[in-house]
């Protein structure tokens, strides 16, 4: 069983700025920045799956959208 804590986009993200942020301001000591760096690396791959998937969904979504007839929409208007 997987028991990593499940990140969300936005706290990956403010991670990766601190990784970021340590590495520019030299706070990193030298034996750890390989785990940084390491860590970055798998924070940035998780990110751009997740924006992958939101694209994917977010084009799924458009072209439902686009495929619903307008006698269709007229009744689902909230109006």
């Known amino acids: 069983m997987n028991r ?3 990140i969300t986009y936005s706290q990956a993200i403010e991670e ?3 990784i970021i942020q340590d590495i520019e301001t030299e706070n990193i000591d030298v034996d750890a920045l390989t ?15 997740n924006l992958r998937t939101t694209e994917e969904e977010v084009k799924k979504v458009l072209s439902e959208i ?3 007839p307008e006698s269709e929409e007229a009744e689902n208007e909230p109006f």
């Open 4 to 6: 990593q804590k499940k």
């Open 16 to 18: 990766l700025e601190g």
């Open 35 to 49: 785990e940084k760096v390491r860590r970055a690396t798998t924070l940035i791959k998780f990110c751009k799956r």
């Open 66 to 68: 686009e495929e619903t």
